[in-house]
């Protein structure tokens, strides 16, 4: 990424955190991986790729879907990588996530953007994939293959604060979902705090696209958990949002 592009990211990435507002922890959760032949370790950040079909109505609307594998896991405020805490994931087992969002656009956009994107709607869903064989649909994000020994760990639909701003070298997205809940397979992989953070932030870049149509786009996504605090929700983790914005990691 050219310098210019790169100093307007990290300009962006604390931009993006001021409006978010209070402070930037990151909570510590961890998972049981015993079963995949790993151990209890402790993370505090979830990392991935993704790739979304996003459709602009014409009218100022828009309605996205996305299919995110998220083989990476992080700890020690988001600094030891997978390895250096001692998980399996992409090894033994993978997780992957779907979303969903529908909402609205608007030119120019928020926080000095080209064009920025507010969901009004949307849902988040994480899943762990034991055989390591679930693939999706490109043209259809949502239409996956090979789920029979997938096991849903948990899911919100109830979309909070959320923006996605679009600029001339890409885009970063960073929306809330509240009341996250685990299922009974969750409450197995997810073993601590109990009970479980209530909200999960996910963030991550996209490339640039032409705000009409069907277009498709790719990018990394970042998810941390959070719980609801008395006046705002916590702020966690922004990762490293724009740096990499025309890149995408692959599973």
């Avoid at 930037?24 to 402790?42: I, K, M, S, W």
């Avoid at 239409?143 to 604060?161: C, F, P």
């Avoid at 498709?216 to 490293?240: K, N, Q």
Wanted: charged share 15%; net charge negative.
């Amino acid at each position: 990424m050219k310098l210019k592009a790169l100093v307007k990211s990290l300009a962006l990435t604390a931009g993006i955190a001021a409006s978010f507002s209070s402070q930037a922890d990151f909570l510590d959760f961890q998972v049981d991986e015993t079963p995949y032949g790993g151990e209890v370790v402790t993370a505090d950040k979830l990392n991935g790729g993704y790739f979304e079909l996003i459709s602009f109505d014409g009218a100022g609307n828009f309605t996205a879907t996305a299919f995110a594998s998220m083989n990476q896991l992080f700890g020690n405020e988001g600094t030891a990588n997978g390895s250096q805490i001692g998980s399996v994931v992409g090894a033994n087992y993978n997780l992957y996530a779907t979303f969903t969002a529908n909402g609205t656009v608007m030119t120019p956009g928020a926080e000095g953007a080209n064009s920025s994107l507010q969901g009004n709607s949307g849902s988040f869903s994480l899943f762990l994939d034991q055989n390591q064989d679930t693939t999706a649909d490109v043209t259809n994000p949502l239409n996956l293959s090979n789920t029979t020994d997938d096991m849903l760990l948990g899911s919100s639909s109830d979309l909070g604060r959320n923006i996605g701003l679009l600029y001339g070298f890409g885009g970063v997205f960073d929306f809330t979902f509240r009341d996250f809940e685990l299922t009974a397979d969750g409450d197995t992989y997810f073993v601590s705090p109990t009970p479980f953070y209530m909200s999960v932030r996910v963030d991550g870049d996209f490339d640039t696209v032409p705000l009409e149509g069907e277009q498709r786009v790719t990018g990394d996504v970042s998810a941390v958990f959070a719980v609801p605090e008395p006046s705002t929700i916590a702020v966690l983790s922004l990762g490293l949002l724009g740096l990499g914005a025309t890149s995408r990691r692959k599973s």
